[in-house]
């Protein structure tokens, strides 16, 4: 059985470094990668995750709204964002059949519109405390919403009933976070942190970001160790979400990473 794992390159976001690193110096502005990730199954091609919606990046105040268009700075190539990345593999969108989403901030869920062939996998925690953020007037990006085929999970769920692709709630970033356990043809094993932890520094120091970014912090640390735990003791290399170092070496797109 082969299984091959590829990154996608989704543009970047720039922002204060403290939002990351709440002990970082005031004003410093750091920029991040905003990465897709695409698993090739026999049974399926399955997108962790949709990168930011065309239109945010074209213009951010009118998509956004002013607040999250005055706090971000959004930058896509040529050649980036899943469309194109997913191009260079011979790919669109319609090909994809499942979608699973770490959680569904703007970053994460920005083009689950144009995927309409696939399942889309989000926890039922996330979706309803999402909807409830919206109601609140709390949510000014609602690329999440839209008659798209979700299927909402309570929990950990085996995408294709082989042990694969396991999807393992990794909550506390937000209420319903998610991260993918992937085991590749190589035999080798890898978990999809998504923004269960933005980058390696956040484990190794057991660091969370600032509040703005932490629903509950003990269910983070919680999920901060169940990562670690899957690292040590299962051998898993885990892709963080944001990290500029990490995904600067590993193969990109249109080569496979595993
Ligand atoms: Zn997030
Ligand atoms: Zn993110």
Redesign the pocket.
């Given at each position: 059985m082969t299984v091959g794992i590829y990154a996608l390159n989704c543009g970047a976001?720039e922002f204060d470094r403290r939002s990351f690193f709440p002990d970082a110096t005031r004003g410093e502005a750091m920029r991040?990668p905003?990465p897709a990730f695409l698993v090739v199954h026999p049974k399926g091609k399955v997108l962790f995750d949709t990168g930011i919606h065309a239109d945010g990046f074209r213009d951010p105040a009118a998509h956004f709204g002013k607040d999250l268009a005055a706090y971000f700075k959004f930058f896509c190539g040529t050649g980036e964002g899943v469309v194109a990345q997913l191009r260079l593999l011979g790919l669109a969108p319609g090909d994809i059949t499942h979608v699973v989403n770490?959680?569904l901030?703007f970053?994460?869920c920005g083009c689950n519109a144009l995927f309409t062939r696939a399942e889309i996998f989000v926890q039922g925690a996330e979706m309803r405390a999402t909807q409830a953020a919206r109601d609140a007037d709390r949510r000014p990006d609602r690329d999440w919403e839209g008659p798209l085929a979700y299927r909402l999970l309570e929990g950990e769920h085996d995408l294709f009933g082989d042990g694969s692709l396991v999807i393992v709630p990794t909550p506390g970033h937000t209420a319903g976070h998610q991260s993918l356990r992937v085991i590749a043809g190589t035999g080798l094993r890898f978990c999809l942190t998504?923004?269960a932890c933005?980058t390696q520094e956040h484990l190794e120091r057991d660091l969370l970001p600032s509040g703005g970014a932490v629903w509950k912090a003990d269910e983070m640390r919680h999920s901060l160790g169940i990562l670690r735990r899957l690292r040590d003791r299962e051998g898993a290399a885990l892709i963080y979400?944001?990290d500029a170092a990490q995904l600067q070496n590993l193969r990109c797109c249109p080569n496979a990473f595993a």
């Open positions: 976001l991040v905003v770490s959680h901030h970053d994460h998504g923004d933005y979400g944001h």
